[in-house]
Every structure is written in C-alpha cells, then in structure tokens.
C-alpha cells in the first residue's frame, strides 16, 4: 500500500497542471455559487471562470515547449497533438464565457420569447466542466479516459442546453440532445469494446499494435465493425451527415453563448478525438497480401463520403432556414464535412491544415454568434428579418457581421479562404478529385444563404432603424478580437502555419511513452 501510494506520488502530476487549474475553478465556483445569497449577481463567477482559463492557458503553452510526458501508466500524454487542441478549446471557451457574462441579466427578453437566464452560477461553472472534458478527451491515450472525457464533456453540455427550461425549444432541444447523445456515448462504447475484445488492453497504442495481429489471424471483419462503430459514434459528436438530427434544435434551443461553445470546443474535442483514434490504433493496419496501408486503401474511402454527406447536405438544407441559429446549425454540419476532408486525405500536412482551420473556425464562429446574440436581444427574435436595417443602426456590428460571413462562406483575404484552400489542397494532393470538387461546389452554394443575411443588413429597411443595438463591453471584445482572428489570418497566413509548423512536434503523438 506503502509502495503503491509513493508511486502515485512520484508520477508527474505537474503534466495534468492545466486539467487541474480548470478542475479547481469548477470546484470554487461550485462553491461560491452554493454559499453566496441567492439574490446576488453571479456574474463575478464569470471573471473567477476566465482567469482560471488564462492560468490554465500559460501551464499548456507552458508545456509545448517541454518535452512529451505521460501519467497514469500512460493512459493520459501530454504532447504537442494535446496541445495545440487544448489552447483551442480554451479559447473557445473564454470567449464564450464573455458572451455569457453579457446574456445574464435582469429580465427582458433573450431572444425568440426566451427569458433572459438570471442568476444562475451553473451558467458559468459548467463551461468550465465540459472545457475539463475536452481538455481530457484531446490528451487521452487509453480507451477508458477517452470515453470518461467524452461523457464530461457531453453532460455538462446537455445541462447547459436545458438551462432555460422553461423555454420550448430549449426543453424540446436539449431532449434531443439527450437521445441522440446517449445513443452515440452506446455506439461509440460499443466499437471500443470490440477493440478490447480483439486486442485484450486498452491503451491505445497497445490496441493498435494487438489490432494488426487480430486483423491477419482472420478476424478482419471484427476490425471492420470496430471501426464503423467509432466513426458513427465520433460523427454524431461532431454533427457530420446524416448523424446531425439533434444540431438544428440544440443550436436554435440553447443560450447563444451555449450555441457557440457547442460549434467550436465540443467540435474541436470531437475531432480531437477522432484524430488520436484512427493515428494511434488504425494507421498502422495492413493488406498483408500487398502491404497497403488500411486506413489509406479501404477505410478513408468511407471518411470521404461521411465529409461529402455534411458538405452537400448541410449547405443545402441552410437555404431553407428563416432561423439564424438553425442556420449556423446547418453551416455547422457543413463545416464538420469541410474538416473531415483533410481526414479523409491523410497528408502529412493533416494536423497543421486542421489545427489552423480549426483557428480560423473559432474566430469566425465566435464572432458571428457575438453579433447573433445582440441582435437577437435587442429585437427579440433569431429570424432572419431581425437583421433587417442593421447597418443603419449599427455599422460597425454590421460590417464585423460581413466580415465573419464572407469567412464562413470562403471569399478571398480571409482566415476562411486560408483554411479551405489549405483543406482542398490535401484532397487534391490524394487525388480525391470528386471530394475536392464537392468543397467547391458546395462552397458556392454556402453563398446564397450567407448573402442572404448581408443582403438583410443593408439592403432591407427594419422596423427600428433609428434604434442603436447595445454593445456591452464583453461582446464588444468578442467581436474585436474575432475580427482581428478573422483578418490576420487572411491577409498573413504565413506567420500562424510557420508557428504551427515549428512550435508544436505533431509526430509526438505516435511516440510511446515509457518510464
């Protein structure tokens, strides 16, 4: 007992420092939120949440620069993979709790006849929580720790949906969420466990070395079924086609800030995930007749037409959508197919085409939620007629939300255009020429209905022309950095892709880790 307690002693807990400065936030903030009156303003949380994210920020970048480490008999690594994913996540959420801090307040309407959310502490803390289960789900390197990431992540998320439960949509939302959710953590653990059943372990990199063996000695329809299921599984997370069915509601029933985190950290994690998945346990399977790589021949064929799925069908069915958030919701999935495209291609460019896209994504995203939120207050609806004559009363929130739309659709000079173009090179370098030409294609049709909203702005006459929209200072932040994001990166690529390419040692995550 003695022996094993000096053991967990010695292990390098300072590796987890970033995990346990969010966990610690939580935890305070739960308190606070417990001890403090009912009536006082909760909002103070909200600066104890973000200065929490900023500690935890300086312990990863922190940790980039450190060799790569593991704890726990390497069922947790710490790597530049990890990371880079994890200053992603993070930032995504401090931006989404700045929006918060905006969306509480005393009374009036929040948007579409939803209640303003009032006082309530979890509205803060469990941003945190699921940010933890990102954060684990990014540096897991065992089975076990992925799915216990997973299901932080996903049931602080199905909380914060549901917050305002008096609200249909919400109600109605977050329902959905639950099912679907709950049926995807099943599909998922269900592949996982063909993986343990095949392999007898589950660290990752054991399974992907016991896998080979399990694949020549005839059980090869086994891994087969492995691997769908955690593909289905992994796309329902991240709202791929045609495993989206809960995004539309969620997105329209939950809190904007709520909206965004769901669109930028929970994708990220999923793709995180579905990353150290197929890189760790599939890419080292072979045809053993040929010795053809696996993933490349036989199973990113499948990856391509989920990708082609969310691309043709998120970009079509957004035409549709009078809802603003419905709309995103749809842009969403067609994003999640634009990012499985580099998947799907597997060029040694995979991690560094979607790390900086993913960059790309978070600022564009952030700051079109940012612009949706105040208007949505400010008019009491997410229709798209809200948007009416904004540019009128609001230039400047006007121009940032055209700047944001032309980057979601792809034009040139943005950090938009950058991502895709980097994304349509790695399927063109494989030949996946139909794949290539799908994001094109699919591209130009995301025109109509983003045009759609800037053709509301300034070219329709709102009922309030006179009427400025509120900026409150957080948003405003939002809003300017995202803007900034958005711009930087169009114009001066170069500079994030060269910090990308020398600051973080992608190649970490294959290396196993031993004492």
């Known amino acids: 007992m003695d022996e094993a307690m000096k053991n967990v002693l010695d292990w390098n807990w300072g590796a987890m420092a970033p995990e346990l400065v969010i966990l610690g936030a939580a935890t305070l903030l739960a308190l606070l939120d417990l001890l403090l009156p009912a009536d006082r303003d909760r909002r103070p949380l909200a600066w104890l949440g973000l200065a929490g994210i900023l500690v935890a920020a300086f312990f990863v970048w922190r940790n980039v620069h450190a060799e790569p480490t593991h704890i726990l008999y390497d069922m947790y690594r710490v790597d530049d993979f990890a990371n880079a994913f994890k200053l992603v996540f993070l930032a995504g959420a401090a931006f989404a709790l700045l929006l918060a801090v905006a969306d509480v307040g005393p009374g009036g309407e929040a948007s579409g006849g939803a209640k303003a959310i009032r006082d309530r502490g979890e509205y803060f803390y469990l941003f945190l929580t699921a940010l933890l289960g990102a954060m684990m789900l990014?540096?897991?390197?065992?089975?076990?720790?992925?799915?216990?990431?997973?299901?932080?992540?996903?049931?602080?998320?199905?909380?914060?949906?549901?917050?305002?439960?008096?609200?249909?949509?919400?109600?109605?939302?977050?329902?959905?969420?639950?099912?679907?959710?709950?049926?995807?953590?099943?599909?998922?653990?269900?592949?996982?466990?063909f993986l343990y059943g095949l392999t007898g372990s589950?660290?990752?990199?054991?399974?992907?070395?016991?896998?080979?063996?399990?694949?020549?000695?005839?059980?090869?329809?086994?891994?087969?079924?492995?691997?769908?299921?955690?593909?289905?599984?992994?796309?329902?997370k991240i709202a791929a086609a045609p495993f989206h069915?809960?995004?539309?509601?969620?997105?329209?029933?939950?809190?904007?800030?709520?909206?965004?985190?769901?669109?930028?950290?929970?994708?990220a994690a999923g793709f995180a995930l579905l990353l150290r998945l197929l890189?760790?346990?599939?890419?080292?399977?072979?045809?053993?007749?040929?010795g053809t790589p696996l993933l490349f021949s036989e199973l990113s064929p499948y990856v391509g037409a989920v990708a082609a799925a969310s691309m043709i069908i998120g970009n079509t069915v957004a035409l549709r959508q009078t809802n603003v958030k419905r709309m995103m919701a749809y842009s969403s999935i067609a994003h999640a197919g634009?990012?499985?495209?580099?998947?799907?291609?597997?060029?040694?460019?995979?991690?560094?085409?979607?790390?900086?896209?993913?960059?790309?994504?978070?600022?564009?995203?952030?700051?079109?939620?940012?612009?949706?939120?105040?208007?949505?207050?400010?008019?009491?609806?997410?229709?798209?007629?809200?948007?009416?004559?904004?540019?009128?009363?609001?230039?400047?929130?006007?121009?940032a939300m055209t700047l944001f739309l032309l980057s979601l659709a792809g034009l040139p000079l943005t950090a938009g255009f950058i991502?895709?173009?980097?994304?349509?090179?790695?399927?063109?370098?494989?030949?996946?020429?139909?794949?290539?030409?799908?994001?094109?294609?699919?591209?130009?049709?995301?025109?109509?209905?983003?045009?759609?909203?800037?053709?509301?702005?300034?070219?329709?006459?709102?009922?309030?022309?006179g009427a400025a929209v509120r900026v409150p200072p957080t948003v405003g932040t939002v809003i300017a950095l995202s803007a900034a994001g958005t711009v930087l990166l169009g114009l001066l690529p170069d500079p994030a892709l060269d910090l990308l390419a020398h600051t973080f040692a992608f190649a970490e995550m294959f290396m196993p880790l031993t004492d």
């Open 419 to 465: 991502g895709k173009f980097y994304l349509f090179l790695s399927a063109v370098g494989r030949e996946m020429y139909a794949l290539a030409a799908i994001m094109v294609l699919t591209s130009v049709v995301s025109f109509v209905y983003y045009f759609a909203v800037i053709r509301q702005m300034f070219l329709r006459t709102g009922e309030e022309d």
């Open 245 to 267: 069915m809960w995004a539309p509601d969620v997105y329209q029933g939950a809190p904007t800030p709520v909206t965004a985190f769901l669109g930028v950290v929970s994708k």
């Open 138 to 193: 990014a540096s897991a390197a065992d089975l076990i720790v992925l799915f216990v990431g997973l299901e932080v992540l996903v049931l602080s998320s199905y909380i914060l949906v549901a917050l305002r439960r008096r609200y249909l949509p919400a109600v109605e939302g977050a329902f959905k969420y639950v099912v679907n959710g709950g049926i995807a953590s099943a599909i998922t653990l269900y592949g996982m466990s």
């Open 338 to 399: 634009y990012l499985l495209v580099p998947v799907a291609a597997l060029t040694p460019m995979v991690f560094s085409q979607m790390v900086f896209y993913l960059v790309a994504y978070l600022f564009m995203t952030m700051g079109a939620f940012a612009v949706i939120q105040l208007v949505a207050r400010a008019r009491g609806s997410e229709d798209l007629r809200a948007f009416a004559g904004l540019f009128r009363r609001a230039p400047l929130l006007a121009s």
């Open 279 to 290: 890189l760790t346990v599939f890419l080292g399977l072979s045809n053993p007749l040929d």
């Open 202 to 236: 589950t660290n990752l990199f054991a399974v992907g070395e016991g896998l080979r063996d399990a694949y020549v000695s005839g059980n090869d329809y086994l891994v087969y079924v492995a691997f769908f299921l955690l593909v289905v599984g992994v796309a329902f």
